[in-house]
């Protein structure tokens, strides 16, 4: 079986500042990878490749085996909620029903069928009796919710989540995990961005340490090492042992 996303050598600069340095990086299907990195070390970039909506300085991408513009559809993206208009005039099953989109085809309304998964999915995240409510009128943790059911509504065989656990609380935390644990346990792909290394060490198959180059990828315990992290996180070595992660040698 050919693996999910593989990219190899990527890098990428914003008007020749380098964001990415020769990344290479492969994930199987049916793993759930946390991102691991500091503000500034290309993870939000890194999905944006995959997604091929950022261009290449050198490299390339294969997406589920294939070209990513042939695959795309097969990828939900769950963006951090801080670059989403919270004001457009949306109900919460529209904005689900959005994530049916892929499967219609250009001009076709959502069928019945499609209001039927995106309720579904409402119901799944345990929102169900939202569905007529204004998306800004939600709460942080309410919008995340939202966010995973248009991604469940999809059925995507690929995730991709940034930052999902910023603004929420703990139970909304508990019941993503929960969630991507299931779809992992389905056969999906999950790849998360995640700031917090206590809740990294103990959720996800694999992390991948980014830092504009890739650092190191593997199981938790392999990678949240002393070097490792000093390696991904220079000058931040503070903040490393306030966390307790890794000790110090």
Same mark, same amino acid.
């Given at each position: ?23 290479? $990086?492969?994930? =199987? %299907? &049916? ?20 997604? &091929? ?10 997406? $589920?085996?294939g070209a990513v513009e042939a695959n795309r559809r097969r990828v939900a993206?769950?963006?951090? %909620? =801080? ?24 001009? %076709? ?9 995106? %309720? ?5 995240? =345990?929102?169900?009796? $939202?569905? +007529? ?5 939600? +709460? ?18 690929? @995730?991709? @989540? ?10 909304? =935390?508990?019941?993503?995990f929960l969630l991507l644990s299931r779809l992992r346990d389905g056969g ?20 991948? @340490? ?17 070097? @490792?992290?000093?390696?991904?996180y220079a000058g931040r070595l503070s903040l490393l042992e306030a966390l ?6």
């Amino acid at each position: 079986m050919t693996a999910a996303i593989e990219v190899w050598n990527a890098s990428v600069s914003y008007d020749t500042k380098p964001v990415l340095l020769g990344v290479t $990086l492969t994930i =199987e %299907r &049916g793993q759930l990878v946390g991102l691991v990195g500091p503000n500034g070390a290309g993870k939000s970039t890194l999905f944006r490749v995959i997604l &091929g909506l950022v261009p290449l300085s050198s490299g390339r991408i294969r997406l $589920l085996g294939g070209a990513v513009e042939a695959n795309r559809r097969r990828v939900a993206y769950i963006p951090q %909620r =801080e670059v989403v208009d919270w004001d457009f005039p949306v109900v919460v099953e529209d904005m689900v029903l959005m994530g049916r989109f892929p499967h219609l085809g250009w001009g %076709r309304r959502p069928t019945a069928h499609d209001r039927a998964v995106a %309720r579904r999915c409402l119901d799944e995240l =345990e929102i169900g009796d $939202l569905r +007529s409510r204004q998306i800004g009128e939600l +709460s942080g943790g309410q919008q995340q919710r939202v966010f995973l059911a248009r991604a469940l509504a999809q059925e995507a065989e690929v @995730l991709l @989540l940034d930052e999902p656990f910023v603004g929420v609380d703990a139970a909304t =935390e508990r019941a993503i995990f929960l969630l991507l644990s299931r779809l992992r346990d389905g056969g999906k792909t999950v790849l998360v961005v995640d700031h917090d290394l206590h809740r990294a060490a103990g959720q996800y198959d694999r992390l991948a @340490l980014l830092n504009q180059r890739l650092v190191a990828f593997g199981p938790p315990q392999a990678v949240l090492t002393p070097d @490792l992290l000093r390696a991904t996180y220079a000058g931040r070595l503070s903040l490393l042992e306030a966390l307790g992660v890794g000790g110090s040698r």
